[in-house]
Nanobody, 123 residues
């Protein structure tokens, strides 16, 4: 089992920056590839970013590429999503998730999920 807890969500102004974190506990964190997803009201959950278990491989959704950065610290069992140049359309609940499949954009590939953290961006 892997337990994931997100934190850092806030109400932000458009153009601002925010960092959300995901703390993992349980089985060996470094054996899991990690992803961030988000779900806006009335919309399906969508992939945001993923990082390989080593931290060297990263992949982003086109909608956040160049604005968001995913990183991980295996010593601290933490995954970070740094969000810059925030837009109102970034408003959503952000979830981190763990998988052993590799870097994948498909939520069905992820075995463990956190409870989510709310990010709201006002215009």
């Amino acid at each position: 089992q892997v337990q994931l807890v997100e934190s850092g969500g806030e109400l932000m102004q458009a153009g601002g920056s925010l960092r959300v974190s995901c703390a993992a506990s349980g089985r060996i964190f470094s054996s899991y590839d990690m992803g961030w997803f988000r779900q806006a009201p009335g919309k399906e959950r969508e992939f945001v970013a993923a990082v390989s278990r080593s931290g060297y491989g990263r992949y982003y959704a086109d909608s956040v590429k160049g604005r968001f950065t995913i990183s991980r610290d295996n010593a601290k069992n933490t995954v970070i999503l740094q969000m810059n140049s925030l837009k109102p359309e970034d408003t959503a609940v952000y979830y981190c998730a763990a998988t052993r499949v590799g870097i994948t954009t498909h939520d069905k590939d992820y075995d463990y999920w956190g409870q989510g953290t709310q990010v709201t961006v006002s215009s």
